[in-house]
């Protein structure tokens, strides 16, 4: 495609994007379904330099005041991550000299919000909790691409076979620095296309989301709820955890969700697991399983600001107001689960948030109102599955993990037994 057709799509794109109304990676789906004739290449590039643009939008929307043209435009060029030299030729003088002298701007002497790129309001309590020292490097590594993980299916291979087989497919792959399961690889292979993929070795899933699923400590035979089940990864990954055996349920409000875990069931191999879409969290299903489950686990509905590597539209689309109605939800479906655990058993909460007050505000919360369940050490659970470096994963009782100390999203659980 000639560039400056190239450019005016992305152009066409990212003016889609800010609108704000649907999630970008749902945007790009559909902006990619009508323009079926894009090769992989053009896709890519669409594709980031619209999350490069939404990464650094305030620094982005700064520079480009001194641009002429639409603004939509300025951005995409500020943000370009097709080549320098492929879209310089869609350029007039002009603006090549305005994209050179706006790239150069020394970043350090602008104001903090134009170097962090975060609305205040998430801002100021992420800096508060980690302090100086920690804010930038988070900074940094919130405005760079995630890594691919992969879970190996325990049930069908090993991951040292598992590495080889995709190092014989053209994909390179390392082991996860903490998931016995995990395997980390740069870039974005088409994984659906291989055979370890195909015949369910594999799934996509974050090293942080593998460790939620090690808390629980599920084991064979026992009944075991993941209650905010989603498509379905943790559930996988408990499924194997528990060898195929006991009662697995996946509890989810959304039918359309549950329908994405049945393929991946199918190639997982597993025959343990029941999806059930419920009402809300006071659904009959859960009165009738009340008291007798072993482990449940609750990932859940959250800000999602954990995952702003993959999702950088969030911290634009999310706002204080949202955040409070997440907390009164989260609050409601913890103590709703709560429920369904049997004296002895294991309630794990968990969420992909880097905030304080959907994660240890919830937890602390939780306990204080809850006579019956008493906290359980998330070094020691880690401890007992024999992970390399467990102690740098929590912080007090809790899991904790950051995109800039662990490579892995930010996940934050709390673990309690049931008298």
């Not at 006071?282 to 482990?295: F, M, Q, T």
Request: net charge positive.
């Amino acid at each position: 495609m000639h560039p400056a057709a190239l450019l005016d799509l992305a152009t066409e794109l990212l003016r889609k994007v800010l609108a704000f109304d649907a999630p970008a990676d749902g945007v790009l789906s559909s902006f990619f379904h009508q323009h079926r004739g894009l090769g992989q290449r053009e896709r890519h590039t669409l594709a980031e330099t619209t999350y490069a643009v939404l990464r650094r939008r305030l620094l982005f929307q700064h520079l480009a005041q001194s641009g002429r043209g639409p603004l939509e435009r300025r951005l995409v060029l500020l943000g370009w991550q097709g080549g320098d030299d492929f879209v310089r030729t869609a350029l007039a003088p002009d603006e090549r000299e305005w994209v050179g002298r706006a790239r150069g701007v020394d970043l350090s002497t602008l104001p903090d919000r134009l170097r962090h790129n975060l609305p205040d309001w998430l801002a100021d309590p992420l800096r508060s909790t980690l302090g100086d020292a920690e804010f930038w490097p988070l900074v940094e590594s919130l405005n760079a691409p995630a890594p691919l993980d992969l879970r190996v299916n325990a049930l069908r291979a090993r991951r040292e076979d598992v590495t080889v087989a995709l190092r014989d497919a053209g994909v390179e792959a390392v082991a996860t620095p903490h998931s016995p399961w995990g395997l980390r690889v740069q870039g974005k292979p088409a994984l659906n296309k291989l055979e370890v993929f195909s015949r369910g070795d594999v799934e996509v899933q974050d090293e942080g989301s593998q460790l939620l699923a090690l808390l629980t400590e599920a084991r064979r035979g026992e009944m075991v709820v993941d209650f905010c089940a989603g498509a379905g990864g943790k559930t996988l990954a408990l499924g194997a955890m528990m060898r195929n055996t006991g009662r697995l349920y996946a509890f989810d409000v959304s039918g359309h969700r549950l329908e994405a875990l049945k393929p991946r069931m199918a190639r997982s191999g597993l025959s343990n697991v029941h999806p059930a879409q419920i009402a809300h969290e006071r659904d009959e299903r859960i009165k009738r399983l009340a008291g007798k489950i072993d482990r449940v686990l609750v990932d859940a509905p959250c800000s999602g600001l954990g995952t702003l590597r993959r999702n950088p539209d969030l911290k634009w689309r999310q706002s204080p107001q949202a955040i409070e109605e997440l907390r009164a939800k989260q609050q409601a479906i913890l103590t709703s689960a709560a429920r369904l655990v049997k004296p002895g058993g294991r309630l794990v909460y968990a969420t992909c948030s880097l905030l304080e007050a959907e994660n240890e505000a919830i937890a602390e919360s939780f306990l204080a109102s809850q006579r019956d369940f008493v906290a359980l050490p998330a070094l020691e659970a880690l401890e007992r599955q024999k992970l390399t470096g467990a102690a740098g994963l929590v912080r007090g009782s809790y899991l904790r993990l950051w995109p800039h100390r662990h490579a892995t999203d930010g996940f934050f659980a709390a673990i309690w037994q049931k008298r």
